[in-house]
C-alpha cells in the first residue's frame, strides 16, 4: 500500500520465484515483530502488577511501623527527677 492505497503491478515471469520469496521474508520479518511487541506487552502487564504489589507492601510496612512507634511512645513513661 502506498499512501492508503493498494498497487498492482506486473511481474515478468522471469522475477515471480524472487519476488515470492521476498515476500514470504517480509512476511516472516513482520510476524517476528508482532511476537517482540506481543512480549513486551506482556512484559507491561507484568511490570505493572509487580509495582502494584510492591506498593502495598510497602504500605502495610509503613503502617505496621506507624503503629510500632506510636506503642513505643505511648508506652514510655518520662522520667523524674
Known amino acids: 500500500m502506498v499512501n492508503g492505497k493498494k498497487q498492482t503491478q506486473n511481474i515478468p515471469k522471469e522475477m515471480i520465484e524472487d519476488v515470492k520469496e521476498r515476500v514470504a521474508s517480509g512476511r516472516k520479518f513482520q510476524d517476528a515483530v508482532r511476537e517482540v511487541l506481543a512480549a513486551n506487552a506482556q512484559l507491561l502487564v507484568?511490570?505493572?502488577?509487580?509495582?502494584?504489589?510492591?506498593?502495598?507492601?510497602?504500605?502495610?510496612?509503613?503502617?505496621?511501623?506507624?503503629?510500632?512507634?506510636?506503642?513505643?511512645?505511648a508506652s514510655s513513661t518520662p522520667a523524674l527527677s
Not at 507492601?57 to 503502617?63: G, P, V
Open 46 to 73: 507484568l511490570a505493572r502488577q509487580q509495582e502494584k504489589k510492591r506498593k502495598k507492601r510497602n504500605d502495610e510496612r509503613s503502617d505496621a511501623t506507624s503503629l510500632v512507634v506510636l506503642c513505643d511512645a
